[in-house]
């Protein structure tokens, strides 16, 4: 085996399994995996300096493809679901064999990074990948040690990522060709079959979802956050496609991190070291920071390009609805060095609303709090998974169900002491359909969403009127600076408030019914939060 690049004093891939690989190339620069991407036609340069890329037949997670290796340390701890698939802990070890035995002969890439700004949590990572351009995803997105640090590191967590191993079902155990797998005993994530570099990110986050909680007490949340001029943290839950990255990128604001962090007893801290947007439709105007983050050293995923074959064409959807960059968080100018926050002085639920039914901005009190974050209600944006082509109903526990491998009530009772402790105001936000469902209505607009939340952060909504939502029992405001009064109050913005009412009603049933299955465990406080359904 050749070594090339900065490695760790001393260190081979023999240990896992890879003494046959050809060449091993060691944490190369940003630049160097971009020549390496291009070399091997695997990329091209926009006009922007961005690397862009083509993921392959996958372009969004694979969630029915993931799984977890059942063993004594998981069977008890784990919430075995749909979301999280028990597997062998022998198939395991077979497969993963078959994947080195794929990968003799072949280059391979080695990034070793570290997960987790608060240094009394970082998790240092070891990513082997296949193709270059997966190694530049993990530099973009894990946290990055010194040169120095690099010498002496020594890696907790592994993930090995080979997309052009394809599974074989009957001898592997697998659903189809596509898999990941994690070992929480062995400390590894193993990825084939697909070339979604998302994957590699949210298998860290599973990990870091069971770890932290688990064994840290810490609570670990799928949100965005920021801190303001007056060092207030704000924490941003939702799940892809409803505005995480996008309204905590603002530019009187310092971002921690768009996706990924964990609420200590004194601290909110980024996972990650770089921000995962998509990139549909995107435009300067719009999201000035993320547009203007799109620069050499980002990587592109299957976007289309203009006539000229190196502009990108944002509104081009032909390959995915799920277009994305990820770029190092240094590309954005006012972020925390490190980092981390404070405790949050506002959290925002942020749903995408196909219904058209919920405001555009509530306040919580903590038991609709809870019911609200245990049943994550929003809509599956076009992409985002594979099979969907549009915004589709969902409730995802915690804002991020397909992340969580511990029960979800672990995380809701975390986070119910979290706002007891801190006194956190919690708004839902409602960045979805106004004036009508999906297909009638219209999208809310960007501008008002930011206005209303800050005028939450501003605490300009704390001494104006509010009315209660007759269904859904939230406290709405009857104004907000530099939003249309008309539009706070969703049943107004129908053309046909009886249409609205049975709308309204419908979306009320499925909360009750999504619901059933946490009742064993809601207090009376949180029971008293569900929406009032009209008997028919």
């Known amino acids: 085996m050749i070594h090339i690049g900065n490695r760790p004093e001393g260190a081979t891939l023999d240990y896992l399994g890879l003494k046959h690989v050809t060449t091993a190339f060691w944490n190369l620069t940003p630049a160097e995996l971009v020549e390496e991407t291009i070399i091997r036609g695997e990329g091209t340069l926009s006009n922007t300096g961005a690397l862009a890329i083509e993921t392959g037949e996958f372009t969004g997670r694979s969630p029915k493809d993931k799984f977890i290796v059942k063993d004594a ?4 701890s784990v919430w075995w679901s749909q979301f999280n698939i028990a597997f062998d802990s022998d198939k395991f070890d077979k497969l993963y064999q078959r994947m080195c035995a794929y990968l003799a002969g072949k280059d391979v890439y080695v990034r070793d990074a570290y997960v987790c700004a608060d240094p009394r949590y970082r998790m240092n990572v070891r990513v082997v990948t296949e193709f270059p351009f997966s190694n530049m ?12 640090e690099l010498l002496t590191m020594s890696p907790e967590w592994h993930v090995v990522c080979a997309p052009g191993f394809m599974a074989d079902p009957e001898i592997d155990g697998t659903r189809q060709h596509n898999f990941a797998v994690i070992d929480f005993t062995r400390k590894m994530a193993i990825i084939g079959g697909t070339g979604y570099t998302g994957e590699i990110k949210k298998g860290i986050f599973t990990v870091l979802n069971y770890v932290l909680p688990h064994e840290k007490n810490v609570l ?3 949100c965005s956050a920021n801190v303001g001029k007056e060092g207030d943290t704000a924490v941003f839950f939702g799940l892809s496609g409803t505005g995480k990255t996008t309204l905590s ?7 921690i991190g768009d996706d990924e962090h964990g609420w200590t007893d004194s601290t909110v801290f980024n996972f990650e070291g770089g921000c995962y947007a998509k990139t549909i439709d995107l435009s300067r105007e719009k999201e000035p920071q993320i547009y203007d983050a799109i620069k050499f050293g980002a990587l592109l995923e299957n976007i289309g390009f203009e006539a000229d074959g190196c502009t990108p064409d944002y509104a081009d959807s032909t390959k995915t609805e799920n277009t994305r960059v990820s770029y190092p968080i240094h590309h954005i100018d006012n972020i925390m060095d490190p980092s981390m926050g404070g405790i949050p002085k506002n959290i925002f639920f942020l749903t995408c609303d196909a219904f058209g039914v919920l405001p555009p901005i509530s306040k919580l009190n903590k ?6 974050f245990i049943s994550g209600y929003t809509a599956k944006v076009a992409g985002t998974e594979a099979g969907i082509t549009e915004p589709t109903t969902t409730f995802s526990a915690c804002f991020g169900a397909p992340f969580l491998p511990l029960h979800p009530t672990a995380y809701a009772e975390m986070l119910g002491k979290k706002i007891d402790e801190s006194g956190a105001q919690v708004w839902l936000i409602n960045t979805g359909w106004s004036g009508g469902s999906y297909g009638v209505g219209s999208r809310m607009k960007l501008s008002f969403t930011r206005a209303m939340i800050t005028a939450a952060l501003e605490g300009k909504l ?19 600076p530099d939003v249309p009064s008309e539009i706070l109050n969703p049943r107004n913005t129908w053309a046909d408030h009886n249409a609205y009412d049975t709308k309204a009603n419908e979306l009320a049933e499925k909360f009750v019914n999504n619901f059933e299955k946490f009742r ?6 949180i029971m008293s939060a569900a929406p009032r359904v009209a008997v028919k």
């Open 367 to 372: 038991g609709q709090a809870m019911y609200q």
């Open 462 to 480: 704390n001494e104006v009127e509010y009315v209660n939502h007759e269904v859904f029992g939230l406290a709405v405001p009857i104004n907000c």
């Open 73 to 76: 340390n998981t069977a008890d």
């Open 249 to 255: 990128s603002d530019p009187n604001r310092r971002l």
């Open 220 to 222: 670990s949340m799928h």
């Open 137 to 148: 995803f993990a530099y973009n997105m894990f946290l990055r040690p010194s040169a120095e």
């Open 520 to 525: 064993d465990f809601a207090s009376e406080e």
